[in-house]
């Protein structure tokens, strides 16, 4: 099986997270702040993913460490979890409607981390979230799971759709590029050998 069960404790966060990338969709998410929590649902159930979270944060301040060391953890945990990606698709795109807005989101978890951000958020602020952070959480992600993520904003004007979408639509593409490829089982996607 594909799981990572991670501890990570700082003086800002106390972080455990368990993950299993070839779940059904099950999230139990605790984060501090009910609009992450929802998020990370969304992000969990369209990818297919089960996922177990609890993040204890400096939420007194606001929530920058916490949303920027769960994306850390996450990270760290889909490393874990695909080990050497022997068998991986390694690439997932996925362009996601939601109402007005369109999302474009790919992927490719290919050892390198980069973070294309083409998003313009109207609102400052959603719930008890500001909104800034969702990119400091995927700019987390990708850093620490070795991954080129691009999110594009194709069209929208209401923050909370564009964020819900970005999350759906991540969701969907990871789930693309840790998907087993049958042809090629046993095999490191690259002509490299190595990811």
Same mark, same amino acid.
């Given at each position: ?12 966060? %106390?972080? /455990? ?6 779940? #059904? ?6 984060? $501090? #702040? !009910?609009?992450?929590?929802?998020? &990370? /649902?969304?992000?969990?159930?369209? !990818?297919?993913? %089960?996922?177990?979270?609890? *993040? ?14 769960? !994306?850390? /953890? ?12 022997? $068998? ?5 795109? @996925?362009? &996601?409607?939601? %109402?007005?807005?369109?999302?474009? *989101?790919? *992927? %490719?978890? #290919? ?11 109207? #609102?400052? /602020? ?10 400091? @959480?995927?700019?987390? @992600? ?52 190595? &990811?």
């Amino acid at each position: 099986m594909r799981t990572a069960k991670l501890l990570r404790t700082t003086a800002e966060t %106390d972080i /455990t997270l368990y993950l299993n990338l070839d779940g #059904s969709g099950k999230a139990d998410i605790a984060t $501090g #702040s !009910g609009f992450l929590d929802h998020m &990370l /649902t969304l992000l969990t159930r369209h !990818g297919d993913f %089960d996922m177990k979270l609890r *993040c204890q944060g400096d939420t007194c301040v606001d929530y920058h460490h916490s949303a920027e060391d769960i !994306g850390i /953890t996450l990270g760290r945990a889909f490393a874990e979890a695909l080990g050497e990606k022997r $068998g991986i698709q390694r690439y997932g795109q @996925f362009l &996601l409607p939601m %109402d007005e807005t369109l999302v474009l *989101c790919a *992927c %490719d978890l #290919s050892g390198r981390d980069y973070l294309g951000w083409a998003v313009e958020l109207p #609102s400052m /602020t959603v719930g008890d979230f500001d909104t800034e952070l969702a990119r400091e @959480f995927w700019l987390g @992600f990708v850093r620490n799971c070795q991954a080129t993520v691009h999110i594009r904003q194709m069209a929208g004007e209401n923050t909370h759709h564009i964020l819900e979408a970005i999350f759906k639509g991540m969701g969907r593409t990871l789930k693309m590029a840790v998907a087993m490829d049958e042809k090629h089982l046993g095999e490191i996607p690259s002509t490299k050998g190595v &990811l």
